[in-house]
């Protein structure tokens, strides 16, 4: 019982504040997230990647190991996704995005926080942070099919996760008010980004239910069969393998539609829509399974 007591105090903050925003969306259709997704992209992701990794108490020894694990995660996560499309007959290069960029930061490190203290949101930081960096350079390549050096170097997250991880190696201590600074900005993205993802649920539509379903399923039911069997192989155990199989579960990142409607064309954006929707009211259901999977096996 005392389980899922704790299940219930891990998801209910996560999905109550995703309520509010479903709940303000369908009283106000017209909300702009403009500018929360701004605000997250040049400010909030930055400070919560430097707040994460810096003061958590995880080691860079730990960090490197599951960015390393992260890699191989995200490498499988995209081969599944090749063959969903292949089989699907889409766009294999522009609605790939989805299926190997889950919603590791909003979703993933809160939960992680929650379910493991500031060791869990540590690790699950080392996972996003590699995400976040895909966005930026894969995301966006596959949706344009173009690279462009300078979306990387106009990117705050990426020199975030350079000084945070330096000062990691060097075993550098954050000035205090910097931490300060950097948790009250997180802190506030974390908020301010699942409240947002609950209003985007009522903005986007479903334009393809089956073929969302499908592919929703290579993300949040292959995507935690991934993890599992990554932490077999290696040998994982404890709360870092949690992270890494909770980590694996979530849903297609809410950033992989944002960039498709910048490079993509309509249809293309439509698709990756349908499946973030989908996918994110799937993991509503698979999520707290894999939680608890995590929670009892891996603490």
Do not use: W
């Not at 299940?7 to 209910?12: I, R």
């Not at 930026?136 to 997250?157: E, G, Q, R």
């Not at 550098?172 to 009250?184: G, R, S």
């Amino acid at each position: 019982m005392e389980l899922y007591f704790k299940l219930f105090e891990v998801l209910s903050p996560v999905f109550f504040i995703v309520g509010i925003g479903y709940f303000l969306g369908k009283k106000k259709s017209d909300i702009d997230t403009a500018f929360i997704t701004n605000y997250s992209a040049n400010f909030g992701a930055p400070a919560l990647f430097i707040f994460a990794i810096t003061s958590s108490g995880v080691t860079y020894s730990v960090f490197s190991e599951y960015f390393f694990y992260s890699v191989i995660a995200l490498i499988c996560f995209a081969i599944t996704g090749v063959i969903f499309l292949f089989f699907m007959k889409k766009d294999i290069s522009r609605e790939l995005p989805p299926f190997f960029l889950p919603n590791t930061g909003n979703m993933g490190i809160p939960i992680c926080l929650f379910a493991y203290g500031s060791l869990g949101m540590g690790v699950a930081a080392a996972i996003s942070s590699l995400v976040v960096l895909l966005h930026f350079t894969a995301n966006i390549f596959l949706a344009s099919k173009k690279f462009d050096i300078k979306i990387i170097l106009k990117s705050p997250s990426s020199y975030a996760v350079i000084i945070a991880v330096a000062f990691l190696y060097f075993d550098l201590e954050m000035p205090k008010f910097v931490i300060n600074t950097v948790m009250l900005l997180g802190y506030a993205m974390i908020v301010l980004i699942l409240m947002s993802l609950g209003v985007s649920l009522t903005q986007m539509k479903v334009f393809s239910l089956r073929s969302s379903l499908i592919s929703s399923v290579g993300r949040v039911i292959i995507g935690p069969i991934i993890g599992f069997i990554l932490i077999k192989i290696f040998n994982l155990s404890g709360y870092a393998a949690g992270v890494l199989l909770i980590q694996s579960a979530m849903p297609s990142a809410i950033l992989t539609y944002l960039i498709a409607s910048m490079y993509s064309p309509k249809e293309i954006v439509d698709n990756i829509s349908s499946m973030i929707v989908v996918s994110t009211l799937m993991s509503l259901i698979t999520i707290p399974i894999i939680v608890f999977i995590a929670l009892k096996y891996f603490s």
